[in-house]
């Protein structure tokens, strides 16, 4: 494979995020870059800006001038976990999604966003708690997908090992 040959760095850039609105939302903390950058399909310096607002985000990118959801981004470590509340949130969103396949489930680029996570990982400790996280929400993906989180999970645990 590919990705396993290049270095595991942790990359730190300036933060783009902006809040704009006193009353910060509860789903704000899971907002990133990372994520923005696969539900656009961009890249990092593509975004000029992402402006949290009270009840929506407002993303300006190259080619990219869009209200989004916070319900849209995927649970993240390093903040708290989610909450009942905010599954209850994700779902509603999910509901809204026209294919019906996809109703009662995340959107297909966050199977990518852990994926890549995962090969981000620069610890063992850290690779287990993206899986605690991942066994959290696991409502959230197909059985298939959640079978393909398995195996990347299973090849960068034992690449760390």
Known sequence: MV???KSRTLVIRASKIVHKSLC???LARFVTE?????MFRIGFGDIHTIECWRYVVYIH???VSRF???AD?????GVQPPTPAEFVKWRRRWRKQHDYAYRKQAPEWWTEFF???FWQAISEHNLQSWGELIALIKFAFTE???QELRKSYRLEKSLLS
């Not at 990372?34 to 696969?38: F, G, H, R, V």
């Not at 981004?73 to 470590?77: A, S, T």
């Open 3 to 5: 990705s396993s040959l």
């Open 24 to 26: 910060i939302n509860s």
């Open 34 to 38: 990372e994520a923005i950058c696969l």
């Open 61 to 63: 990118a190259k080619g």
């Open 68 to 70: 989004v959801s916070y």
């Open 73 to 77: 981004f995927p649970p993240i470590l």
């Open 115 to 117: 994926i890549n996570e």
């Open 144 to 146: 298939e997908t959640l």
